[in-house]
């Protein structure tokens, strides 16, 4: 397994390597614009949420399990043996063969008629996406020395914000010209709506951007870092041993494999047994039945691939799971962005909701105001903190606290305000500040752990982010608003109070994020020697 079979790291002065050499911009903006097509996916539903809703006839709760559950919570648990398979194998074909799955299930959730089928192709375009992030944020933490990786994560994250303003803008143009041009769907091609036109067209450029990658060099693992590392033996048997880590059932037959006891055995069969419970109490209170039953399945497949990393690789397991700082910025981040998913799905809804415009201004304003505005804040906040890493250790998390505290007041503002135009203006700060994150918090997790690891790394801070942020915050304001929707209040209230119900999920984000400050400088400072205590040859 891993620690018996890793190869050895041969360690050799970055510095020596980094003179003379330029630095990889190339390979870097083709990873930004696979993360740019990924966004725009995810953020062409905003726009196209209100024709959704009503071809489908669902509510804002079940559209918000479509914004995130349905692709986040097949995205974490394939995330883990993907991520796996980015540690061992060649990433750029990883991501190639990656980005060719997720654009065929993008055309076929074009083609859904249904609330079922829409969720499963959502589904399926999760398990796409899982093999791109790992992989890529590996790619960079290799291309670019430690020095320059938050600004370089950064420029890969910049890919965020412009694919959400292009998904924006797209899926409101193409919405509002195909409803023009084909009033009767039944005159249009293959009958197709003006919402499934609008899915469709964003999965197109899919295949040519698969061969782009494939194009890509493969940089050596770790030597950026002076830890050069050979590609691994036998990758697609490492991948399939964790992908059984995942599955139920097939997890308890490989923990007893790799020499877990009974006790190890009923723990886990303990934890299926309360998650079981907590869903089925879930599902009572609030007749969720598809959201609370995918989440389940998600934290039970976590449990399990943990409990196996234990057995397989605990050295890896060690460096993850018991480094204070790593699981408190982990933990922080998802509670950040339990909001941020939430207000970003639900926003445009929301503006044509209060103000009644159209989706095709509310996809052009709102495809401006995230392209620009969340580039430039994501490109400061990797630069602020890579400037202010010279200065004390915890540079980054106060970047982080910064961008949390900066983003609260132009919530609350865009929400309270009466004019369209001062709540643009307050879209806009909110875009600027909430985005500092998105090449720091990756950055922290890369670099508490070794190269072998990243790949594993980011997966589980994928993992964390994407169940306890993404899955639960789309739905739950979505909840919230059927709730008072029920209640007598206008669409437009109900989901502003959906929206400022979900806000105190901030306050748990700062508390996490000021714990890890307590412990990122020694972790940080101690990462080799806790690998070498592990038995890791560094």
């Known amino acids: 397994m891993v620690d018996l079979e890793a190869p050895s790291m041969q360690t050799r002065p970055a510095t020596a390597r980094e003179a003379g050499r330029k630095l990889p911009i190339y390979p870097l903006l083709v990873l930004m614009l696979v993360n740019v097509f990924i966004l725009m996916d995810r953020q062409v539903l905003s726009v196209l949420a209100e024709a959704i809703k009503a071809d489908l006839k669902i509510s804002d709760s079940q559209m918000g399990f479509m914004f995130g559950t349905s692709l986040s919570v097949f995205y974490a648990i394939f995330s883990i043996p993907l991520g796996r398979i980015a540690d061992v194998w060649t990433r750029k074909n990883l991501m190639a063969w990656s980005v060719a799955a997720w654009s065929v299930m993008i055309v076929l959730t074009g083609c859904a008629r ?3 089928s829409f969720a499963t192709f959502r589904a ?6 899982a093999g791109a992030s790992p992989a890529a944020m590996s790619l960079i933490s290799d291309y670019f020395p430690p020095r320059m990786r938050s600004t370089a994560l950064s420029v890969f994250s910049s890919g965020v ?9 797209l899926g409101g143009f193409i919405l509002e010209s195909w409803n023009l041009a084909f009033r009767d769907a039944a005159h249009a091609p293959f009958g197709l709506l003006g919402w499934q036109a609008a899915i469709i067209c964003i999965a197109l450029p899919g295949p040519l951007l698969a061969l782009w990658l494939h194009s890509l060099k493969e940089p050596v693992r770790g030597e950026s870092e002076g830890l050069a590392m050979p590609s691994h033996p036998h990758p697609f048997g490492e991948a399939w041993t964790e992908m059984q880590a995942v599955l139920p059932v097939f997890s308890l037959f490989l923990m007893r494999r790799l020499g877990g006891s009974w006790k190890v055995i009923g723990w886990n069969l303990a934890i299926g047994a309360a998650i079981g419970l907590g869903i089925t109490g879930l599902i009572a209170a609030t007749g969720s039945g598809a959201q609370w039953l995918a989440l389940g399945l998600g934290f039970y497949c976590v449990a399990c691939w943990s409990q196996t990393l234990a057995l397989r690789d605990p050295a890896a397991f060690a460096m993850i799971f018991r480094c204070p700082a790593l699981m408190f910025t982990n933990v922080g981040l998802a509670a950040y962005i339990f909001v941020m998913f939430g207000v970003a799905a639900w926003i445009v809804p929301y503006l044509i909701r209060t103000y009644h415009i159209s989706p095709a201004e509310a996809g052009l304003v709102m495809g401006l105001i995230t392209s620009v505005m969340g580039f430039l804040g994501n490109m400061l906040g990797g630069a602020t903190a890579d400037f202010l890493q010279r200065y004390t250790p915890r540079a980054r998390l106060y970047v982080l606290l910064g961008s949390l505290a900066l983003t609260v007041p132009s919530v609350i503002l865009m929400l309270v305000v009466d004019q369209k135009m001062q709540a643009y203006i307050c879209i806009a700060l909110f875009y600027l500040t909430s985005t500092a994150w998105y ?6 997790i890369n670099g508490l752990v070794l190269p072998r690891m990243r790949g594993a790394a980011s997966a589980f801070f994928l993992i964390v982010i994407t169940l306890l942020g993404m899955a639960l915050g789309p739905y739950t304001m979505g909840y919230i608003s059927d709730h008072f929707l029920a209640g007598g209040a ?8 959906g929206i400022l119900w979900g806000l105190p999920m901030l306050i748990v984000a700062a508390a996490f994020l000021i714990a890890a400050t307590f412990h990122l400088a020694r972790d940080d400072a101690s990462r080799l020697a806790r690998a070498r205590a592990l038995g890791e040859p560094v």
């Open 114 to 116: 249904n609330f079922l």
């Open 161 to 169: 914000p412009i694919g959400q303003g292009l998904g924006l803008f």
């Open 439 to 444: 090449g720091v918090g990756p950055s922290i």
């Open 124 to 129: 399926g375009v999760g398990v796409g996406e």
């Open 490 to 497: 206008s669409p437009a209230d109900s989901l502003r109070l």
